[in-house]
């Protein structure tokens, strides 16, 4: 029954493949040809076996499905897909393949990024550290110095993922839900938290039930103490304080940002009062405190506001604690106008940056029917014939991250274990997990496509030819020899990343200029420059 | 008239540029060389418009001390009352300065500044990106508007020499005002607006990517590539070097106001320009006027602002400074030591033309009934009709309507911040 439906889709979709680069072209034997490498890459596809050339059609499909689905093809990705089915990569990335031991090894330098705040702030300061007796002003400072090494290893290891991780479709979605559930990791203590956020909140579920992630960051500290609601409390009047009085009660920050960014949208059809209902629903869902020993989710029971509250007509009758939270959470989940609003968001992202209707209502469907799966939502959107439309491919513009992780793929490079990879992420202007606001990066191209992006893309693409971009290492000798046939090159990587026609204007114009320098380093230099900086490649 | 302002609808979200016809025509041969002289009209005015993203808190900015409502409301984090320590800078016996803000306090008194209160966006959402999209098109409550005012504003506009610089954005991103206008040039620091190459690869690689943005620029990003690096050749000329240590008279973050204020002063065309400034959520630990994230905030603004103002010395006639937030916060505090989002807010005016010295606009007062849905500032006075002022009487537009769909200002309703 499952694979029905893509050899139907297939069956119809084939034809509107746009590769307009022959097949011989596009197989890219040179790019292919690393054996070291292949044994981990491509360890399912027997080197032995002559696979018949996958057709244009096929091939472009394949291209569209990495672009969008993953961050980019690696070199021979898109033939080896091509030869497998979009449609079974595709089923093989929702089941989660088996994790590369490229990447294992990749991540062991950053094995810190992803521990939990406890043992970090122990291994930070040593066990003789008694958390009971100190206060929140000296864990601040005391892990002051830390922090910044930390988060760039955060954002390293994050991109070291997007670069090499097997599991392409997971961690693209990380990357959107990263978003749609932005904490600003600079904020107060959200640093201690922002790893264990994004490797127990967001990455298990973010191919899972969407009611399980939302609950997920709605009781994670890192969200609790980047939208307030950790200090938010039942009303409790004016006090008094050192030097004077004090208001004390609620805080709607994470309330509001719950409903108009995480669930119903801000067309959703809540109200003012339902942003304080909710609010209050929310008071106790809170952070244990530095004295009191942990760094975990705690509901404050005399914090919380017992009255009986209502928020979209549904009633919350009085002293229900905790579970009224996960009732209105379900409530949230489950809501017309959050399945709307995340089937538009999921079709802007990986259809167009205007989602046809055809497939925010497919995938509205999709989300509805099977309760808030998000592998069937996945599913609905490449069903939909929008989603292989000739507009919607190679028309995406790649954001910031997208292009590091598709050039670093398209290149073969391999993260070196630095930290240099985050700091290259804040030259191309989307600082790794630096994002203020509660909207999360966009991915639109009237966000990114500014003149000081734009400039930002290209000198990047330029430090890349020059092997100036650091944090990862690209095996040039192998896959790229200086002395090799740069014409080759460039007719190989045009065809097999982009697409492009060997005759096409923009080869043409890097073969013309790279033909204008003799020393073979510079050619080469320059050709991977005007290839990976083309208006082309900004696209996916 | 030139090409009035494209339809607000023109697809944008879709990037194809073909509707935006004043653009291509805009272009006019080929800028490739952007070190080309840039003709100017010398003393043009420049309009710069400081955006505080986040909504900024009004009530402590511009400080109702009469009000003793004021001081009910925020328990712990009011400004003193003029005179007690801390207090507010007192500018008319009802208002005063938040102390942070003291910098400004001279361009006041020279009558340079003037300050709005209770202004802001008629539609009552509390949402910060739908307000703030709606200031930035100017086209309140039409949630399809994709088309920045300012942009409307240049398009409308006849382009004088090369038109390479004619608006600038310090911003991460481009932001929506000038969005319908890619010519813009955008960068989060003016000084990484340039191609960085390798040794030896230079004149190839800018050679090539010139060409290669030099397609016929059907899309936004291929546009705006193409446009920035022919501006990008005139804006490090403009800017020199980077002296160590920052830009004389400005603090280490002002620099963004410091290379505005380097590209008026040379000539290079600059009509407007745009700073966003983020960190304007204070949901918690805001504080009064000592510790917390507002006057932190205020500090760096007040100090830009002033040090703007000196910089530019005779510019500063041809200069009108904007500063406006998506809406206000409510007129109590919350509980966590902040406030939440709000509605009415405050504008501020600054410039050597500007008829300062006063603090306009209607405020009504902070009683419970006086507040709107019960609990923040009202809006007496929509931007649109200080914006709408500031180009009509500065940027000499004879009906600033344009910009502002289904809004016309009522002669009666200006202010009368500009002669």
């Known amino acids: 029954m499952a694979t029905m439906w893509w050899s139907r889709l297939f069956a119809t979709t084939t034809l509107a493949g746009l590769c307009a680069c022959s097949p011989s072209q596009a197989m890219a034997p040179r ?64 089941a989660g393949p088996p994790e ?10 950053h094995r810190a990024a992803y521990v939990p705040p406890a043992q970090l702030v122990d291994d930070w300061l040593g066990d003789g550290w008694e958390a009971e007796t100190r206060t929140s002003r000296e864990l601040r400072e005391e892990t002051k110095p830390h922090f910044r090494e930390h988060l760039e290893r955060l954002a390293t290891a994050e991109l070291t993922r997007d670069i090499l991780s097997q599991r392409q479709l997971e961690a693209v979605m990380t990357d959107f839900w990263a978003n749609h559930f932005n904490v600003f990791a600079s904020k107060g203590f959200v640093r201690l938290f922002e790893g264990d956020y994004l490797e127990r909140a967001i990455r298990p579920h ?60 801000v067309d959703g059809g809540y109200s003012q009062a339902d942003v304080q209902n909710v609010a209050r629903i929310l008071t106790g869902w809170s952070v244990v405190r530095v004295n009191e020993g ?62 046809p209707d055809s497939c925010v209502t497919a995938a509205t469907a999709a989300y509805t029917s099977s309760d808030g799966d998000i592998k069937e939502v996945v599913r609905a959107i490449v069903k939909d014939p929008s989603f292989w439309a000739k507009s919607a491919r190679g028309t995406k513009l790649k954001t910031p991250l997208e292009l590091l992780a598709s050039a ?26 630096q994002e203020r606001v509660p909207t999360g990066y966009p991915d639109s191209e009237p966000e990114w496509a500014s003149g000081g992006g734009m400039l930002a893309r290209m000198s990047f693409a330029s430090d890349l030819g020059a092997g100036n971009v650091r944090g990862f290492d690209v095996p040039w000798d192998e896959s790229l020899p200086a002395g090799g046939d740069v014409d080759q090159l460039i007719t190989t990587f045009g065809g097999s990343m982009l697409g492009l026609a060997a005759d096409s204007r923009t080869l043409l114009l890097v073969h013309e200029e790279v033909n204008a320098l003799q020393d073979p380093e510079q050619k080469r230099a320059a050709a991977v420059a005007l290839l990976i900086g083309s208006p082309e490649f900004q696209r996916q | 008239m030139t090409a009035p302002c494209v339809s607000r609808r023109a697809l944008l979200g879709g990037s194809m540029l073909s509707s935006l016809g004043f653009l291509l025509q805009a272009r006019g041969g080929r800028a490739a060389d952007g070190a080309e002289a840039v003709a100017t009209t010398p003393g043009a005015p420049v309009l710069l418009c400081v955006f505080l993203r986040g909504a900024a808190d009004g009530l402590n900015v511009v400080v109702p001390h009469g009000e003793p409502e004021y001081y009910r409301l925020r328990p712990s984090i009011a400004v003193p009352r003029p005179g007690e320590k801390n207090g507010a800078i007192d500018l008319d016996g009802r208002f005063g300065l938040h102390p942070r803000l003291a910098p400004l306090k001279a361009a006041f008194d020279a009558k340079e500044l003037a300050l709005v209160h209770a202004v802001g966006s008629p539609h009552p959402t509390r949402s910060h990106f739908e307000a703030q999209d709606y200031m930035e098109t100017a086209a309140v409550g039409d949630r399809s508007a994709s088309h920045g005012w300012l942009a409307s504003y240049l398009g409308s506009r006849p382009k004088v020499g090369s038109g390479l610089l004619r608006a600038v954005a310090i911003s991460s991103r481009s932001p929506l005002a000038l969005r319908g206008y890619p010519d813009a ?37 291929e546009h705006a590539g193409q446009r920035a690096l022919a501006a990008s050749e005139v804006v490090k000329k403009a800017l020199g070097k980077q002296r160590r240590g920052g830009a004389p008279g400005y603090a280490r973050d002002a620099q963004d106001f410091a290379d505005v204020a380097r590209l008026i002063k040379a000539d290079v065309g600059l009509e407007t320009a745009w700073i966003d400034v983020g960190g304007w959520d204070t949901h918690r630990y805001e504080g009064s006027t000592e510790n917390g994230d507002l006057p932190r905030q205020l500090d760096r603004l007040g100090h830009a602002l002033s040090a703007f103002r000196a910089d530019l010395g005779a510019a500063f006639e041809r200069v009108v400074v904007v500063v406006m937030s998506e809406f206000g916060r409510t007129a109590r505090e919350n509980g966590t030591g902040g406030t939440d989002h709000g509605h009415g807010n405050f504008m501020l005016l600054l410039g050597g033309k500007v008829q300062g010295g006063r603090v306009l606009g209607n405020f009504p007062g902070l009683a419970a009934d006086q507040l709107f849905e019960g609990r923040d500032v009202p809006v007496t006075t929509d931007f649109r009709e200080v914006l709408a002022e500031v180009c009509e009487r500065h940027l000499k537009m004879p009906d600033a309507s344009l910009l502002f769909p289904g809004f016309k200002l009522e002669k009666q309703r200006r202010l009368g911040f500009l002669a």
Request: hydrophobic share 45%; charged share 25%.
């Open chain 1, 31 to 94: 790019f292919a040809a690393k054996p070291r490498l292949q044994t981990l890459r491509l360890a399912a596809r027997p080197k032995t076996v002559v696979d018949p050339p996958a057709s244009l059609a096929t091939l472009a499909d394949a291209r569209h499905v990495l672009n969008r689905f993953a961050f980019g093809p690696r070199p021979g990705e898109v033939e080896r897909v091509a030869h497998m089915g979009a449609a079974r990569w595709l089923e093989e990335q929702l």
């Open chain 1, 100 to 109: 590369s031991p490229l990447l294992e090894a990749a991540l062991v330098p």
């Open chain 1, 206 to 265: 973010a191919l899972g039930k969407f009611s399980e992630l939302l609950l997920a960051t709605a009781r994670h500290p890192a969200m609790l103490i980047y939208l307030d609601n950790a200090e938010s409390r039942r009303e409790a009047g004016d006090v008094k304080s050192r030097g004077g009085k004090r208001h004390r009660g609620l805080n709607e920050n994470y309330a509001r940002e719950l409903l108009e960014l995480h669930t119903l949208g």
């Open chain 1, 294 to 355: 942990g760094f975990d989710f705690v509901f404050r029971k005399p914090a919380h506001d017992r009255g009986e509250k209502t928020v979209l007509g549904e009633s919350f009758p009085r002293g229900q604690n905790e579970a009224e939270g996960l009732r209105l959470l379900e409530l949230l989940a489950r809501h017309p106008a959050t399945a709307k609003h995340l089937a538009r968001q999921l079709c802007a992202r990986f259809v167009a940056d205007i989602p």
């Open chain 1, 408 to 433: 670093a793929r398209a290149l073969d490079a391999r993260p070196d274990g630095s930290l240099q990879l985050a700091k290259t992420m804040s030259k191309l202007g989307e600082p790794l997990l």
């Open chain 2, 185 to 221: 040039v955008v960068a989060g620091n003016l000084r990484d607006f340039r191609l960085t190459t390798t040794a030896g690869l230079e004149p190839v690689l800018a050679d090539g990517f010139r060409r290669l943005y030099d397609a016929d620029a059907t899309t936004l990003a």
